[in-house]
């Protein structure tokens, strides 16, 4: 975090309330899940918060986000209704999905946030469709791929690839590579460890942030959204991240012995909430976390309180109108 | 009246809609080379310009997930597959995804596409090249299944795929691209979930599915010339939504039904119909049998080939069969050609 200081304060404290929000949230869902009120199965985002902060920072409202099965972080970063989120867990009528989505497909189109998926690589493809059509339309907004490095592995991200270089369409591809497809290493998948490489061949530009750092995040979002949005087509970036809990649910997971504890620990040291946290002045921070503190309340409040979708609602939505 | 084939139908309704609505685009593989599709799109790339008719990578599934993304931000995507085979590269986009997203985002999204494919038959298409697999479909919630088999229907209901606001699999076949029709000029559409008789008859209702429902006509035409006997020919067009009322009121009357399929028969529109007829319709003592691809892979050689599907001669049989039981075997010697056969209307 050495170059912080040419980052102004603004920017600080807004990366500051949104990681904050998110760890804070996920922590809420983690306490609760226990007691079987969130009817959902939860793949937290703890740990690897940045990312999405990083590059959801540089984007502006109107453009799109499509993420997947761990997108609690990209959905809270993006701008989703933190309430309907909750709600959406909770199985709730109120929910972003009137609750026939929950945890793994939060949308929030308001906000720009076109959905998730419980298959890997699956919105990949969809996420490059979109971008096919802003660049139909000439439009200056342009499409934010989120996905793990598990989906690298699918043939739909190739195909992908592939497709939004030839076409130079407005999107940037996020490789979120938390190193595990649930516990699977990825140089147990992978011949090498170079998923930003292979990027480049498919044409398009291409780095790896390593060490989780939101500021070069950031910034190398700024340097790419600006490409794109000049017509220069699409580019990608792998980084490097941890998730900290198991891979589904909201414990941890050393005894399985995949992974080791200290593999876990030297990103815990580096805990960007940590750091971006000590750039601001204590009342700052208390300042923001107070507020946060009661969105939260409030969200799992109006979860707890609101109705699940009555029998009817099984049928609504399965076409426009029904048949 | 303004007769055209099959494919000049298809064509016309593209070229309309998208004359009419700039969000409409067609991308699949060979979409904008010489042959066209079958002709099918001949002359859009030209017209319409490569943005909107684009040739594609063969990657089916991002393909079809291209598509979805374009209709998530309000184009109406055509996507099309030279066969229907392909559209198994895609299974994941159509199934886990398109056919859910309305449903599994509450509502929020519209995904208005329609995924165009063509089954194969004969000149050795084999185990690859001719398949049929829309029961697969028909399984799953969220997807409109249209399989038309007049130029007049698959004009209207190419028409109405495009104007829907949900995905759609529009089914054509290779051998009825040469079925001639009546055709309007000008754009119509052709509502979902309305079968269409071909043919009237009070002995024998003949459900004939997409070329099957040509095959059946053939039927029909022999069976009367022959037998005395009237077959009522039914081509449902829709398979999703399946218009069983129109089938029902036809089977009341003849007592007699056979289900033709075009693809093989365990889990079926032969299943489907009987099962809604029984359970829905609440119909008893009528006699029904199922006909459709012997199950096995499809043989290339034609020595096999002629074996695996039903066609005119055997559903005539078949139907003969169970018009006169117990009357001595009787085989038709009339022979017409597929494109000897064509309904004329009334549309």
């Known amino acids: 975090m050495s170059k912080i200081s040419k980052i102004n304060l603004g920017l600080t404290e807004r990366f500051y309330r949104s990681l904050y929000r998110i760890r804070k949230v996920e922590e809420e869902i983690a306490r609760i899940y226990p007691t079987d009120k969130i009817k959902s199965p939860v793949h937290l985002s703890i740990g690897q918060e940045a990312v999405s902060v990083g590059i959801c920072e540089a984007l502006r409202l109107k453009d799109k986000v499509f993420g997947t099965y761990r997108g609690h972080a990209m959905y809270l970063a993006k701008g989703g209704d933190l309430k309907k989120m909750i709600a959406e867990l909770y199985g709730k009528v109120t929910g972003c999905a009137k609750g026939k989505g929950g945890s793994m497909h939060l949308i929030d189109t308001n906000h720009g946030i076109m959905g998730a998926s419980a298959i890997v690589g699956t919105m990949i493809p969809v996420a490059t469709g979109y971008a096919y059509a802003l660049r139909y339309r000439k439009s200056n907004s342009l499409v934010a791929a989120f996905f793990g490095d598990g989906a690298v592995d699918e043939g739909a991200f190739h195909e992908s690839l592939n497709f939004a270089a030839l076409k130079k369409l407005p999107i940037l591809f996020i490789c979120e590579n938390n190193t595990y497809a649930i516990h699977s290493h990825h140089l147990k998948r992978h011949h090498s460890d170079n998923i930003f490489i292979r990027a480049r061949t498919y044409g398009m530009p291409s780095e790896r942030i390593g060490d989780g750092d939101i500021f070069k995040i950031y910034r190398a979002a700024n340097k790419y959204i600006a490409k794109i949005r000049q017509g220069k087509g699409p580019a990608f970036l792998e980084c490097l991240t941890c998730r900290w809990k198991e891979h589904v649910g909201p414990n941890d997971d050393f005894d399985l012995g995949y992974r080791s504890e200290d593999e876990v620990s030297c990103w815990k040291k580096n805990d960007p909430l940590k750091e971006i946290g000590l750039l601001l002045s204590t009342a700052t921070r208390e300042r923001i976390e107070s507020k946060v503190q009661v969105e939260i309340e409030e969200a799992f409040s109006f979860a707890e309180k609101s109705p699940f979708p009555s029998k009817e609602k099984i049928y609504q939505d399965v076409f426009a109108k029904s048949l | ?347």
Not at chain 2, 12 to 18: C, L
Not at chain 2, 152 to 169: E, F, M, Q, T
Not at chain 2, 218 to 241: C, H, M, N, W
Not at chain 2, 332 to 338: A, F, G, Q, R, S
Request: hydrophobic content about 40%; overall charge positive.
């Open chain 2, 1 to 347: 009246m303004r007769i055209l084939t099959y494919p000049e139908a298809v064509r016309e309704a593209t070229d309309q809609e998208m004359s009419i609505d700039p969000s409409v685009i067609v991308l699949g593989q060979g979409v904008d080379d010489p042959k066209a599709i079958l002709g099918t799109t001949k002359g859009l790339a030209a017209k319409f310009g490569p943005t909107r008719v684009f040739d594609t990578p063969l990657s089916e599934d991002a393909m079809t997930g291209v598509a979805i993304g374009a209709a998530l931000a309000g184009l109406r995507p055509i996507h099309i597959h030279i066969r229907m085979d392909f559209m198994l590269l895609a299974m994941n986009q159509l199934v886990n995804m398109v056919a859910k997203m309305r449903y599994m985002f509450g509502g929020s999204v519209s995904v208005p596409i329609v995924i165009r494919s063509i089954i194969g038959k004969s000149w050795g298409q084999g185990p690859q090249h001719s398949q049929s697999i829309y029961p697969l479909f028909m399984n799953i919630p969220g997807l409109k299944i249209i399989a038309p088999s007049t130029p007049y229907d698959a004009k209207g209901c190419l028409i109405n795929a495009i104007r829907d606001n949900d995905p759609v699999i529009f089914i054509e076949h290779r051998l009825l691209y040469y079925q001639k029709s009546y055709v309007p000029a000008k754009p119509y559409t052709t509502a979902f979930g309305k079968a269409r008789i071909l043919s009237k008859g009070r002995d024998i209702t003949l459900v004939g599915i997409s070329q099957m429902a040509i095959e059946c006509l053939r039927a029909s035409i022999y069976l009367f010339k022959e037998t005395g006997i009237r077959a009522e020919v039914i081509d449902p067009v829709s398979l999703a939504p399946l218009d069983i009322d129109t089938i029902a009121r036809s089977v009341k009357k003849t007592g007699r039904l056979i289900i033709v399929d075009n693809a093989w028969v365990p889990c079926g529109l032969g299943a489907e119909i009987i099962s809604r007829l029984l359970v829905e319709s609440k119909l008893k003592g009528f006699v029904a049998q199922r006909m459709g691809f012997a199950h096995t892979t499809c043989p290339t050689t034609p020595a096999l080939e002629k074996y695996f599907y039903p066609n005119a001669q055997s559903i005539a049989m078949k139907a003969y069969q169970i018009c006169r039981p117990g009357k001595k075997h009787w085989r038709p010697n009339t022979k017409l050609k597929i494109e000897e056969v064509e309904f004329k209307g009334p549309f």
